[in-house]
Every structure is written in C-alpha cells, then in structure tokens.
Nanobody
Framework: VQLQASGGGLVQAGGSLRLSCAAS?????MGWFRQAPGKEREFVAA????????YYADSVKGRFTISRDNAKNTVYLQMNSLKPEDTAVYYC????????????????????WGQGTLVTVSS
C-alpha cells in the first residue's frame, strides 16, 4: 500500500489548511500523526473504516476534523484556527490488518505510513 500525503504549506496563525492522503487501495482505520522539530511523533486524529467513528488528540479537538472518501481511498484533515504550535511534519497512516478495529492513537496499529507533508504556522 502506498500513501501520498499533500496539502501542507505556510499559513498564518488563525488560518486553515486541508491535508489529503490518498491510498493505493482502501485501508481500514486511518490516522494522522505529526512530528515537530526536536520532538517525538504524536497522534493527531484517526477515523474508522466506515468513517463513522473518529478520535482526536485533546490538543486539536474542536479545531481539526478528520474525514474520508472511500470512493477515492482518501482521508482528509481539515485544520482550522491553526496555532504556531501546530507546526510539524504531518504523516498519514493506514491500518491494513484488522477490518473493524476501532481507530486509536497507537502507532503500532498502523502498518503503512505516508512520506509526510510540512505544515508551518507563523505567528
């Protein structure tokens, strides 16, 4: 499975961006993670196979929305009210192993990872 993330860029604080991640075939649960310079990778959001269940890190809850279009094998991350501390490389990840497993923030749930897209939020 190949994952291609896109949509990153430079935005001012308070602005919005939408990230996309296209998979070469339909994954089960999918997630977004991020890694800021000098920090460990952290969970951002995840979505179930059907799209009916979502899960967010507290730091982005109410500002970010994860969604998916299964016809396009694509997951999205709509990011609003961006803050400088959201600056990071964002990675999408796919669970190809267990069909109906609930999405979580555990990195070991995900078998495949995209290459990352850089989001920079200026103050």
């Amino acid at each position: 499975v190949q994952l291609q993330a896109s949509g990153g860029g430079l935005v001012q604080a308070g602005g919005s961006l939408r990230l996309s991640c296209a998979a070469s075939r339909r994954p089960f649960s999918m997630g977004w993670f991020r890694q800021a310079p000098g920090k460990e990778r952290e969970f951002v959001a995840a979505i179930s196979w059907s799209g009916g269940s979502t899960y967010y890190a507290d730091s982005v809850k109410g500002r970010f929305t994860i969604s998916r279009d299964n016809a396009k094998n694509t997951v999205y991350l709509q990011m609003n009210s961006l803050k400088p501390e959201d600056t990071a490389v964002y990675y999408c990840a796919a669970d190809m192993d267990v069909p109906f497993r609930a999405p979580t923030g555990l990195t070991n749930q995900y078998d495949y990872w995209g290459q990352g897209t850089l989001v920079t939020v200026s103050s």
